[in-house]
Nanobody, 117 residues
Framework: QVQLVESGGGLVQAGGSLRLSCTAS????????MGWYRQAPGKQRELLAS???????NYADSVKGRFTISRETDKNTVYLQMNSLKPEDTAVYFC???????????WGQGTQVTVSS
């Protein structure tokens, strides 16, 4: 079992920045990779960025060059630095962990990000 707690959402003006944090607890040694998703009203949940156990990162085209995923392994924490935010980035952002050989998904509770124009 893995528990994920997110923080850092809020309201920001277009062009601004926010940093989201996600701290994992429980069986963190079993985490294969972690990632950030978002879901806007009426839309499907979208994978934004991921980081593997070995540190390999991947980004969706929609955020490449603006968002950066990073981690502090000793704190079991993953970050999403979001720069040059746009109103279309408004969504609930979720932290995800893929755990174990069965690749089970665990999710955080979500944090709201609102970008005003």
């Amino acid at each position: 079992q893995v528990q994920l707690v997110e923080s850092g959402g809020g309201l920001v003006q277009a062009g601004g920045s926010l940093r989201l944090s996600c701290t994992a607890s429980g069986s963190t040694f079993s985490i294969n990779r972690m990632g950030w998703y978002r879901q806007a009203p009426g839309k499907q949940r979208e994978l934004l960025a991921s980081i593997s156990r070995g540190g390999t990162t991947n980004y969706a085209d929609s955020v490449k060059g603006r968002f950066t995923i990073s981690r502090e392994t000793d704190k079991n924490t993953v970050y999403l630095q979001m720069n040059s935010l746009k109103p279309e980035d408004t969504a609930v952002y979720f932290c995800n962990a893929v755990v174990g050989y069965r690749e089970v998904d665990y999710w955080g509770q979500g944090t709201q990000v609102t970008v005003s124009s």
